[in-house]
């Protein structure tokens, strides 16, 4: 019988930060309190989790969706994984209502048209489908998210119609896969919205993972299923399909064991202060599987912290069992690793940088799992796409100018349309090393000086 390793997957859960560009300053009042935060994930991952592999957030990361917040919350989510030792890379988001900028829609008939029609609609998913083919309709539909959009690649973490959702693997200690799925539910978000009349749209696309040996789902999401008109079926592809949902919006924390699967709608960093029982919280969750074969359980153990008024700290929310721990033991589907021969990956590609990593050749110098090497291709992929796209705007025009990457049919191309394009054709062209050499020479920093894209120093 395998032996399983005894590491666990340890990951920061936070929603709803609201970074706003006029309290970010010296007077912020809630500097303080992300300090805090800062403290007490340090003082909970040294003493039970060992180290943190990821941040997930859970939408809201600006408060109305412009430019400078995300530059601030982007500052912030940088210095938080530096200070936890944690990669500015493991960082994964999905769209608030606070994410989308409403002068957009505000300013635009022809998008609140395309909401109305889709707010109306009986075919959900006929009229979502007929938008996305329009290249008109979808370019309109996605404008109120671009500030989000320009943040989110660097995380891989963007929207658009070709990609409706997102993923990304982590590999947990058996081997096998658990894949990280983003969702968006900020497709019709105005100023409109509430859980009557101006409910939201997922569609079946977003909410249908696909089932496939080996992987296990956790999604992310802002809105609850209850803002959603097709909550229905929403709510059974997700119980049936997923073993862990991460929900934001509702600033009010709530664990529920659902079937075979566990709901985490997480409290806010950031709530109003002059909301009734103002509570900032947070969350981590801690994966592992135990077990092997048929008797294989995805066991979970969520940390609930929040605010203590009375002492000025992050704390634990005890049980009535007067335990700070919630943990749960849920089946999973029969697995078993692959040999170490065998040359097959048994998980099918994530929506996530497949532009980059396909092309980098595999070790073959140690035996490694098929998911473990399809783990380390996808992570390379994803710190250039960070680094790339932490770059100034000028900058990076500067980079793909340097490698002779833009050609006359991109004319008429902007933003990240434009360079998703530049960077699938350095890929194209066998220059991903040369992209990741030019890259670090542009950020001037010692940051990641090992070139994971140079063959003679594949790892």
């Not at 509570?279 to 153990?301: M, T």
């Not at 996808?378 to 340097?402: C, E, G, T």
Request: glycine letters at 4%.
């Amino acid at each position: 019988m395998q032996e399983l390793s005894p590491l666990k997957l340890n990951l920061l859960h936070l929603s709803d930060i609201h970074f706003s560009r006029g309290e970010s300053d010296v007077y912020d009042p809630d500097s303080d309190l992300r300090n805090e935060l800062e403290r007490d994930v340090e003082r909970l991952w040294r003493a039970k989790l060992e180290r943190i592999d990821g941040i997930l957030v859970t939408g809201d990361i600006a408060f109305a969706g412009h430019k400078d917040e995300f530059d601030i919350a982007s500052a912030w989510l940088e210095k938080l994984c530096d200070f936890l030792g944690c990669a500015r890379d493991d960082v994964w988001t999905v769209p608030g209502n606070h994410d989308v900028d409403r002068r957009v829609i505000d300013d635009s008939e022809t998008l609140r048209t395309y909401h109305e029609k889709l707010r109306g609609t009986i075919d959900i998913d006929g009229q979502i489908r007929a938008y996305m083919r329009d290249t008109i309709a979808q370019r309109v539909l996605f404008e109120a998210i671009t500030h989000y959009n320009n943040f989110a690649a660097r995380f891989d973490c963007d929207f658009k119609a070709a990609r409706p959702y997102w993923e990304q693997d982590k590999i947990l200690n058996d081997g096998s896969t658990l894949r990280l799925r983003g969702l968006n539910t900020t497709l019709i978000s105005s100023r409109s919205d509430d859980t009557a009349a101006n409910k939201l749209i997922l569609g079946s696309i977003q909410s249908t993972p696909r089932t496939i040996d080996g992987v296990t789902y956790l999604t992310l999401c802002h809105h609850p299923p209850q803002w959603l008109r097709d909550e229905d079926q929403v709510n059974q592809n997700l119980d049936t399909r997923v073993r862990v949902h991460l929900f934001g919006h509702k600033h009010k924390q709530n664990l529920q064991l659902i079937n075979n699967s566990v709901r985490i709608i997480a409290g806010a960093v950031h709530p109003n202060r002059r909301e009734p029982n103002w509570q900032p919280r947070y969350n981590l969750i801690s994966l592992s599987v135990s077990g092997v074969g048929d008797d294989r359980k995805l066991d979970i153990v969520v940390y609930l912290r929040v605010w203590s008024n009375d002492e000025n700290v992050f704390k634990a929310d005890y049980d009535v069992n007067g335990s700070e721990e919630r943990s749960y033991a849920l089946k999973l589907e029969t697995w078993y690793p692959p040999t170490q021969n065998s040359q097959a990956i048994s998980a099918e590609r994530p929506t996530g940088s497949p532009d980059l990593s396909i092309n980098v050749e595999q070790d073959t110098t140690e035996a490694i799992s098929p998911q473990t090497q399809e783990s380390k291709l996808m992570n390379k992929a994803r710190r250039l796409a960070y680094r790339f796209y932490s770059l100034p705007y000028d900058a990076r025009i500067d980079v793909v100018q340097r490698l002779h990457l833009i050609r006359e049919d991109d004319e008429g191309l902007q933003g990240n349309e434009l360079f998703n394009r530049l960077l699938h054709r350095a890929k194209e062209e066998d220059k991903l090393s040369q992209l990741w050499d030019v890259v670090q020479e542009a950020h001037g920093d010692r940051l990641y000086s090992h070139n994971p894209f140079r063959e003679e120093n594949a790892e």
